[in-house]
């Protein structure tokens, strides 16, 4: 279990360095804005900014999807599975409950220390999940809350649109500080292309904790991904363009409510699709180029044939630790 563990210790430095290198690009970028005023009070004020955004990130969330807070003695099978897989995950307290109606099945969790935490599942997800599938999605979503990686994730989601908006500010009414502006404008590109990393980073630890700590474990979650990918809204967002109301969350949601639908019949033809080599989205390389996957690197989540391997691999990994156990 030793090698699994730092398997998944190195995956969260990599997402920590990467949300330290956003922060320090922040700072430089407020110090390049408020360079005549002061670039201390510069790069101050653009982490101030931040943090105001992201303090106030769970109402403008609910708002945006509208969702319906489960009380108690509501959908107690639910609420039992959420609390279990919060105490696996070691937290402290269960986050709370809440539904949101929409037909496709999807999850995601918000807030923050002030606020309180919660898990959002959707209609959709209940009506095309099994038990097993549905507590392996919860178990992702409250990884996301054990390591932090939530709050990092909606703090760094805002900085590059901060970044830009300060930029437009001060290069509107100046004219001789091009340079700072252009600066901070490419800075602004920078911390857009590290959330995204950052994004990716996190779904896949996520992944492999959550599957670590549901009983299901990896299989279960890769049912679940699988099956989500086959009633996802599509890229021209389903019916009314919104992604079942889950675009305002796309970043936020387990799986990419706006992927397109996988050519398969099930899940498990879909899983093995993707175990014999098969590419779901063949496009995502620009043909002639030799150059790197282009989809991949400005995607909020890593591709479901990555995450369906790695989930493999997480799997091979539970095996032999196990097999070394008992072997003792």
Known sequence: MVEYRLSLSGLLLDMYLTAALMAGAAALAGALLFWEASPAVGAVAGLALSAAMWAASPTLIEAAVGVRRVGP???????????RVSRAAGLGAAPDLVLVESDVPN?????????GYRVAITTGLLEALEPEEVEAVMAHEVSHIAHRDLEIMMLASALPTLVYFAWLGYSGGRRGEAG???????????LWLLSLRLSRLREFYADAHGALISSGGPRA???????????????SGGEGGRGGGL???RALAVDDPLAPRPAARSADELIEIIRRGGNLDPTARLPGFGLPDLGRLLATHPRLEDRIRALDSVARQMAAAARAGGGG
Do not use: C, D, H, T
């Not at 979650?221 to 890229?235: F, I, N, T, Y």
């Open 73 to 83: 003695g509501e959908e107690p099978r639910l609420v039992g599975i959420l609390e």
């Open 107 to 115: 999850a995601f969790a918000y807030g923050n220390r002030f606020v």
């Open 247 to 249: 675009s305002p969350v």
């Open 221 to 235: 979650l890769q049912r679940a991904l699988a099956k989500m990918r086959l009633r996802s809204a599509g890229p």
């Open 180 to 190: 700072l502006a252009a600066s901070a404008a490419w800075l602004s590109a920078a």
